[in-house]
């Protein structure tokens, strides 16, 4: 079972700062593709931002700009960098694990989601 955990969320004022934390285990000898998700109140979960197969990283239009993307695979953690944050950022923002690449070149597709972090973001 892969057990995802974020962290780093918390209350700032509009243009602050927060850098959410996602770290993912399980299996020891395999890695993770996780991408970044959100949900606001009364809005459907939304896609935020991920790294595609190819090392390239891709944003939601309304963060781009404004997040980053980064990832520690020693430690199997994904980072999200937030400057410049809105209150239309406040959300819960959740962590999935989209794939686990493993010893021996075999690959999972996975849906494993983690509790989320919650962001609010005051004007």
């Known amino acids: 079972q892969v057990q995802v955990v974020e962290s780093g969320g918390g209350s700032v004022q509009a243009g602050g700062s927060l850098r959410l934390s996602c770290a993912a285990s399980g299996y020891t000898y395999c890695n993770y593709d996780m991408s970044w998700y959100r949900q606001a109140p009364g809005k459907e979960r939304e896609f935020v931002s991920k790294?595609?197969?190819?090392?390239?990283?891709r944003y939601v239009d309304s963060v781009k700009g404004r997040f980053t993307i980064s990832q520690d695979n020693a430690k199997n953690t994904l980072y999200l960098q937030m400057n410049s944050l809105k209150p239309e950022d406040t959300a819960m923002y959740y962590c999935?694990?989209?794939?686990?690449?493993?010893?021996?070149?075999?690959?999972?597709?996975?849906?494993?989601w983690g509790r989320g972090t919650q962001v609010t973001v005051s004007s």
């Open positions: 999935k694990v989209d794939r686990l690449r493993c010893r021996g070149g075999r690959q999972y597709e996975a849906n494993y």
């Open positions: 790294f595609d197969s190819d090392g390239s990283t």
